[in-house]
Each structure stands twice: as C-alpha cells, then as structure tokens.
T-cell receptor, first 112, second 112 residues
C-alpha cells in the first residue's frame, strides 16, 4: 500500500550546522512532495514543496531534493537556528488524488 | 493564522460517548481533510471531502464518520469512544487545483 518512510526520527545538531531529513515513498505515481513544520502545540505549516518535474528547490536556508528513480526526497536546512527546532513531516501526494501520505516525523533539536 | 477554524479547542469525554468536531475551511476552499495525530505520532489521514462529497478515505474507523455541508464546513463524528481515540484532530483545507493544505489549530480530544 501507500507508504512514506522518514528518517531519522530524532536529530540533534549544533546551531549553525546543517540538518538533513530523508523520506522514501512507495507509490511511483506520487507527484507532489510537501514538507511541513510543526512547532510544539501548534498546527503543521508548509515550509517548502516540490513537484515531480523538478529535481531541487531552494528557499533561503531550506532546500528539498527529489530522486524519482530511487523514490526518495530530502529536506536540507543550512545554518540551523534554535527556532528551527520542531517536528518536520514529509508527505507524498498520490497522482489523481489530493490525499497526503505523511511520514512519521523527525524531531529536530538545534542546540545553542 | 491559516484561516481554517476548528471548534472546540479541547474536548474531554468518557469512553462510550459520542462527540462532534467542527471545521470551517478558508474562504474559497472547497476541499476539507481530517487527520488524527496521537501523542508523539505522525499525521494519519482520515478522510477528504470536496464540495460536499467524499473524495478520499484513509484509515478511518467505522465508528468515525464525517460530512461536509453546503456552506462547506465539515464535521467529524466520533462514536463509541475508546481510550485510544485520545488524540489531536486536525482539519485542513485546500483550493482545487493547488496542492498546499492549510491546517487548522486542531481539537484535542481526551477520552477518560
């Protein structure tokens, strides 16, 4: 069935270092891959997304890469700051539907 | 503020009871999605409605049901509640043709 695996489940980095979170999806028909950030006690919010016709997308300190052949995509955060501490969720959207399949989340801690 | 509203914010009830969670999407959004987030868990897709009609179904229990009304607000009904139904329930909405989902603040359900 449809599945999205996300690793690692927790990640601690020093302030200023980079963080990388990886996701693998199962359905090759997936064509949209958003990343959501959820701060403690708050709602998930979209931070970046990528469509299947693009290999990489960047927005300031965050970037997402997509490898369709391998069916995996990654979130890269550079120059991490304490306010980047949150849970990050990847998702894959199945072609022809607007249903998201979310990964299990990565708890990122940026240590000052 | 995403523009998606959910009521109530908190709900405490007993096992065996029935509750109704309400969601109002952003103005103009025709799609509404419901998600369940258990403690330290990911986002489990429950169901999607588009302009009043059910469009996609996820891992929604038979004890749960939902509907979207002509004014586009949606309700999620949870019956015969069990302790394991305690979770944060999010509603999200989106515009047809665009993939980004905007999440509401969530309803925290506690079943005692």
């Amino acid at each position: 069935g449809e599945n999205v695996e996300q690793h690692p489940s927790t990640l601690s980095v020093q302030e200023g270092d980079s963080a990388v979170i990886k996701c693998t999806y199962s359905d090759s028909a997936s064509n949209y891959f958003p990343w959501y950030k959820q701060e403690l006690g708050k709602r998930p919010q979209l931070i970046i997304d990528i469509r299947s016709n693009v290999g990489e997308k960047k927005d300031q300190r965050i970037a997402v890469t997509l490898n369709k052949t391998a069916k995996h995509f990654s979130l890269h955060i550079t120059e991490t700051q304490p306010e980047d501490s949150a849970v990050y969720f990847c998702a894959a959207s199945i072609l022809g539907t607007y249903k998201y399949i979310f990964g299990t989340g990565t708890r990122l801690k940026v240590l000052a | 503020d995403s523009g998606v509203t959910q009521t109530p914010k908190h709900l405490i009830t007993a096992t065996g009871q029935r509750v109704t969670l309400r969601c109002s999407p952003r103005s103009g959004d025709l799609s509404v999605y419901w998600y369940q987030q258990s403690l330290d868990q990911g986002l489990q897709f429950l169901i999607q409605y588009y302009n009043g009609e059910e469009r996609a179904k996820g891992n929604i229990l038979e004890r749960f049901s939902a509907q979207q009304f002509p004014d586009l607000h949606s309700e999620l009904n949870l019956s015969s509640l069990e302790l394991g139904d305690s979770a944060l329930y999010f509603c999200a909405s989106s515009v047809e043709g665009l993939r980004e989902q905007f999440f509401g603040p969530g309803t925290r359900l506690t079943v005692l």
